[in-house]
């Protein structure tokens, strides 16, 4: 195996898989090996009080520093504003395909919504429950491959609702719309993941399953000036501003999965924020895009500027030797790397705790099975 | 102090909590301590895996058996018949004051509640927004010290909906009440505690952090014969036929509370199930509200005939000794018997996972202090 430089191989980051397993999956996914040894530590006794995490009380001082410690990492590490308030509430972004037009749209008000994905097309099905919604972008047509470029969003708008890294189809917005209304975005697979200007949203919204900790939370991050103005009554959990006035504690929060976001968002602050790791993202995306275009066995499924760094999705020409790929990959401890069912193919995902080593050991094995079958 | 028999001794039940602490918390509470054991080894490295239970995806092989496994423990240990469904989703019991009613009530109709506690309120509160209401019996005005008995439930209400245990103020349901509507409950803290008909119920739910596993998850048990009769359109994520259809996976689920919950419902089989655990929970109550009764310095504070065995709610009869109680109790490693702050004094919360030899503790601890003061 070559050599890698990685500017965080020096500040403990595992080299691999906690057992050895170099895991692709697209979510839940790999966390980081101190995160994991952490956390397993808690939940046997946590922090020498002779508890476990999680027969600790969520209103208990204890738990409170966890939680306002996890709050006070995602505004440091995003670098928002006091305008922008943190939030994890329970569920994941299917949640929010219904929560943000309940607390954002008038049922006679239009929101703009963009298409660019499975995810997106649920958004917007849920939107339609709460107001009218103009899709004024869809990528639907040509099998999500791209990411829309000439559209325009009108003023009078609600709001405009993009999902930033597209799962399923591996493609990602590389420019943030600029837009006179607010801006929502579902950013499940790739908060924290690159520098933006976080504060140019209004809303954003995070399964936690994939950059930021474990399945069974929601990162939520919304601008409360946009909050308070629609007319329909909201139920009591689906109010933001509900959840802002409690601090993120309107009722039991659930405990072990803010706990290891706080320790996931620790680790990202020591490893050197969102910068450090967008340098490491594109070092591991550029690996393994290299590959895909060099080798000639595989290639790349959409437009080479929308490419995600998340989620690279790639197919191989021959597909009959699809499966014998797999079942290689498998053999020298890759897993996670098939495709999504509506996609096919291979699709790797290399969120923030994905180790550099890592895509070199797939790109390896793919010149491997390349010199192999070629 | 004093030998204790119990059922459990010989089959590996703690006999205090992991650090030597006798955890009496509300909720998130104690849990079995082989479950704090296995979950935090299958942190590092699930089953051999080499995988951490929090990087496996939820629609792998693996998670699938877990999420399988969990179900078929609740049906079998609650004895549900085929009409009833188990779910697992995301959120605690204050979701469910909404999604109950926006699944069952229609806008013009009525639905008859009982109003025995805070949490009952609050369910009252959320299901006004999608129809009407008709408090049926209250003991609000009482300090919600007792359960209504003589009352009368309209047979032309949707449902009638119950909380079988209240939390802060200590009561119970000994005898559910039979009533030809479906009946609704919130069941959050004395599910799985004692032996009742769970098929008279058509809709059960329970946030899982005090007898079914870890905060973070909702363990929902719904007769599908009531589903599909309302004209709202239900958003996707909140419709329960959804979630049925999709066996407790339409969207990721909270991986490692759904994970908890199994090894917790596979404690409470292997320890005998309901009926075994039953027994121990009333050795419990028993012990403790015995010395309530005869020790001169504390007395109960709800009618006796209603009394909890979950969640033994008690004060002391010269207030200055409150906090001195409270502090010695501490020093003998006794945590989570502060009263909830609205009603004030102690509370000790007896869940299934709460062993006899802590309760034996606190006695003793009462005994002791009351011989000091008295």
Chains 1, 2 share one sequence.
Request: charged share 20%.
């Amino acid at each position: 195996m070559k050599e890698v430089n990685s500017p965080f191989r020096s500040q403990g980051t595992p080299l691999e898989g906690i057992g050895g397993v170099h895991n692709f999956n697209a979510g839940p996914s790999i966390l980081p090996k101190q995160v994991f040894e952490e956390a397993s530590l808690a939940v046997l006794n946590y922090n020498d009080t002779g508890l476990s995490i999680l027969e600790i009380g969520h209103r208990t001082p204890i738990f409170q520093a966890i939680m306002d410690e996890a709050r006070a990492l995602v505004k440091a590490l995003m670098r928002l504003n006091n305008e922008h308030e943190v939030l994890f509430l329970h569920g994941g972004a299917s949640t929010q395909f219904m929560q943000v037009p309940m607390n954002l749209l008038n049922e006679k008000e239009t929101a703009a919504y963009s298409d660019t994905d499975i995810w997106g097309a649920k958004a917007i099905k849920e939107a339609k429950l709460y107001g009218n919604v103009d899709v004024v972008c869809s990528s639907k047509e040509a099998g999500y491959t791209f990411i829309p470029k000439d559209f325009a969003v009108p003023n009078d708008a609600k709001y405009f609702h993009i999902t930033t890294n597209n799962t399923i189809y591996g493609t990602q917005w590389q420019k943030i719309p600029n837009v006179s209304i607010p801006l929502v975005a579902d950013m499940s697979s790739d908060i924290l993941s690159r520098q933006i200007d976080f504060n140019s949203f209004d809303l954003i919204y995070a399964g936690a399953q994939k950059n930021v900790g474990a399945a069974g939370v929601n990162l939520v991050v919304v601008n409360k000036n946009i909050l308070g103005k629609v007319k329909r009554v909201i139920p009591t959990i689906m109010d933001y501003r509900n959840h802002i006035k409690e601090g993120s504690m309107l009722n039991t929060p659930p405990v072990f999965a803010v706990y290891v976001c706080m320790l996931t968002l620790r680790w990202l602050k020591n490893m050197g924020g969102v910068a450090a790791i967008e340098q490491l993202n594109n070092e591991k995306a550029s690996l393994l895009y290299d590959e895909i275009d060099n080798n000639p066995l595989f290639f790349g499924t959409v437009a080479k500027e929308d490419r995600s760094k998340m989620n690279v999705c790639f197919m191989i020409k021959d597909k009959e030797h699809e499966e014998a790929f797999l079942a290689f990959a498998k053999q020298q401890n890759i897993i996670g790397i098939k495709g999504h069912r509506t996609a096919g193919g291979f699709r790797a995902s290399l969120y923030n705790a994905a180790p550099l080593t890592s895509v070199q050991v797939l790109v390896d094995v793919m010149k491997e099975f390349s010199n192999k079958v070629g």
